[in-house]
């Protein structure tokens, strides 16, 4: 399965867990605030509270925002600066005479904005440098601003002190004790849903690769490998880009003597397009033995059959009714690659048949017919523009011309090896060990 689409889904399981996270926030604020309010009866704000109600209420916009990944990452990096900064206050409350400037006059959120730190565990080393160094600097100008470097001076002030040595200390500790244990829970909870949905996606993926594995083997099972007769041998290659492709092709047998050589490249790769593909192997077969061995007809009669089932797609295609009889190739074409005629003696050419493709209507008006009469040991060599559009690493195409002068170098071995020999060289040329489309 293409990389894509599994970096496709662990973007949206990102965007998920984001968004719960933003909920255990939202759910921590708002035990700290009942407990402030409605357990103590007062509440002092000063300065820091505004500025930690505001590095909380940021974070919540990411639930509203676009799925876009540019946009998510800012997000999530803005949230590791803000968490940054309510670290910052944090520590500076807890120790210096000035904390409680900075935080409700609680040891709760104190111990909250602490858990945020363990976050670097889940940011990337980006992030956790961008954290590391914005608390720097935000604890340097707090220190600064205030000129105040020691909790030495007057400890009693401080929310430590406050929190531990105040006449009501047992029932803070038990308050924080309650506290904490939400807190660890909720981030517990997160963490081994950010494991669950790692571990998830391995096995839905493992699953997916059996499945995909599976329609291979069945795909493959599907195309014929090898024919011969008193009349023909017929030889075959198949490789998809993917697990499964659009690529297809069908031996029909009609008498001993009457061939039908079917060949398509539907558009796109993997599960859909081979899907199609299929579909069309069904479909071929249906036909009656009149319209296989009229090419034209079956070529228009399979776009009918195509733009009614499977609108909006379209495939390239050649069929070609050989008559051993006659000794005669009636080929049509719609916009598939020139098939190449190999004369036992003579230079390789390409065979000139053209037609529009397959799809959008228009292969009744430009469909054409060329016959050719063949002599024995002659050869067709059809295949799709996997072969003609690979590509090497600088960026260059095969190109028909190459095509061209790999077949007259082996034209003269045995047929399996002719194809083998075909395929090694345009590998070759790819520096690559299989195709980066599908391939017939």
Not at 243 to 272: Q, T
Not at 291 to 297: A, N, S, V, Y
Not at 349 to 358: A, E, K
Request: aromatic share 14%; glycine share 4%.
């Amino acid at each position: 399965m293409n990389n894509k689409f599994w970096q496709k889904l662990l973007e949206e399981r990102k965007y998920q867990a984001d968004i719960r996270n933003a909920y255990i926030r939202l759910l921590v604020v708002a035990i700290g605030a009942i407990y402030v309010v409605y357990l103590e009866k007062k509440i002092w704000i000063f300065y820091g509270t505004y500025i930690l109600l505001v590095v909380l209420a940021l974070p919540f916009w990411g639930i509203f925002l676009p799925k876009k990944e540019k946009l998510l990452q800012a997000y999530r990096y803005l949230t590791a600066i803000l968490d940054s900064v309510a670290v910052t206050l944090t520590l500076y409350s807890l120790t210096t005479y000035r904390g409680k400037d900075f935080l409700l006059y609680t040891p709760l959120f104190s111990y909250y904005f602490i858990i945020l730190m363990f976050n670097s565990f889940r940011m990337s080393p980006a992030v956790v440098l961008v954290n590391g160094i914005t608390s720097m600097i935000g604890f340097w100008f707090i220190l600064s601003f205030t000129n105040a470097t020691s909790a030495i001076s007057f400890p009693e002030n401080s929310v430590y002190y406050l929190a531990l040595l105040s006449p009501w200390q047992q029932q803070v500790k038990l308050a924080l004790l309650a506290f904490a244990t939400i807190l660890m829970y909720a981030l517990g909870k997160f963490y081994l849903n950010e494991l669950y949905i790692s571990l998830d996606l391995t096995s839905e993926k493992e699953e997916l690769n059996k499945d995909l594995s599976l329609a291979r083997k069945i795909q493959r099972s599907l195309f014929p490998t090898y024919m011969e007769n008193t009349h023909a041998k017929i030889i075959t290659y198949y490789e998809p880009a993917q697990s499964v492709g659009g690529d297809c092709f069908e031996i029909i047998r009609m008498r001993e003597n009457k061939i039908g050589l079917f060949i398509a490249d539907v558009s796109g790769h993997g599960v859909s397009s081979a899907l199609i593909s299929t579909s069309i192997k069904i479909t071929l077969q249906q036909m009656s033995v009149s319209l296989k061995q009229d090419p034209q007809e079956l070529l228009s009669a399979l776009e009918d059959y195509i733009s009614k089932t499977f609108p909006g797609h379209h495939l390239s295609a050649q069929y070609a009714f050989i008559d051993a009889e006659k000794n005669t190739v009636q080929l049509a074409s719609a916009g598939h690659p020139l098939p190449i005629i190999i004369k036992k003696k003579g230079i390789p050419y390409y065979w000139p048949v053209y037609g529009s493709i397959l799809g959008y209507g228009l292969y009744k008006e430009t469909k054409q017919e060329f016959p050719y009469r063949y002599e024995k040991g002659d050869r067709l060599f059809f295949y799709t523009d996997g072969i003609v559009e690979a590509r090497n690493p600088q960026g260059g195409i095969y190109t028909y011309e190459r095509l061209i002068d790999n077949v007259k170098r082996n034209m003269h071995l045995p047929l399996k090896k002719m194809r083998d020999a075909i395929i090694a060289e345009v590998l070759e040329f790819t520096e690559k060990t299989t195709f980066q489309d599908d391939t017939a």
